[in-house]
């Protein structure tokens, strides 16, 4: 299924043959590279099998994201339920995972922008979060790109203290504010 698209993206649900590029993407150390490690083909099974459950239980997720010049598979852009334990959670999260190749084509942006788009127009959202580790400049970037405002800074607690990147951002925005879709 097709959920939304933008002017040079599809997002949609996953089919087989993403989980095989998913793989070879969660083993980058490029695209990792702000992540505490690298996925082993279990681990990204495991999370694969978690946003589908997500799609199943809440009716979002994390979409697929195709390139429509050449419909190839570039990663995720979309929502999380982000649980873990924390004075801002639970709460709806965005993110983003792409193909390192795709790197600097703004489709972080591009996708992001239509998500929340569609998280507060489609699905009814109020507010919407994102966070990365502090030292996550090019996230950290898009998600002001895209009109979120930076809440705090914070521990992440299911990273090890003394680990660079537990020190984290959080962004939020909220449906009234989101004008730059």
């Known amino acids: 299924m097709i959920y939304f698209e933008t002017k040079r993206?599809?997002?949609?649900?996953?089919?087989?043959?993403?989980?095989?590029?998913?793989?070879?993407?969660?083993?980058?150390?490029?695209?990792?590279?702000?992540f505490t490690k690298t996925l082993?083909?279990?681990?990204?099974d495991r999370f694969y099998n978690i946003i589908q459950d997500e799609f199943r239980n809440y009716g979002y997720g994390?979409?697929?994201?195709?390139?429509?010049h050449n419909n190839n598979f570039i990663?995720?852009?979309?929502?999380?339920?982000a649980n873990f334990n924390s004075e801002f959670t639970p709460c709806i999260e965005i993110g983003w995972r792409l193909k390192y190749e795709t790197w600097g084509n703004g489709f972080?942006?591009?996708?992001?922008?239509?998500c929340l788009k569609y998280g507060f127009d489609a699905l009814g959202f109020?507010?919407?979060?994102?966070?990365?580790?502090?030292?996550?400049?090019p996230s950290e970037n898009v998600m002001k790109k895209v009109g979120m405002v930076k809440v705090?800074?914070?521990?992440?607690?299911?990273?090890i203290e003394g680990n660079p990147l537990r020190r984290h951002v959080l962004y939020s925005i909220g449906s009234s504010s989101c004008a730059n879709y």
């Open 152 to 159: 705090m800074e914070f521990e992440h607690p299911n990273i």
């Open 108 to 114: 972080a942006t591009e996708g992001a922008n239509a």
């Open 40 to 44: 082993t083909e279990e681990e990204t």
């Open 62 to 68: 994390l979409y697929a994201v195709e390139t429509k």
């Open 126 to 137: 109020n507010k919407i979060y994102s966070f990365t580790s502090k030292i996550n400049l």
């Open 9 to 34: 993206l599809v997002f949609r649900d996953w089919n087989e043959q993403d989980l095989s590029e998913f793989r070879i993407m969660n083993k980058d150390t490029r695209v990792m590279k702000y």
């Open 75 to 81: 990663g995720f852009i979309g929502f999380h339920w």
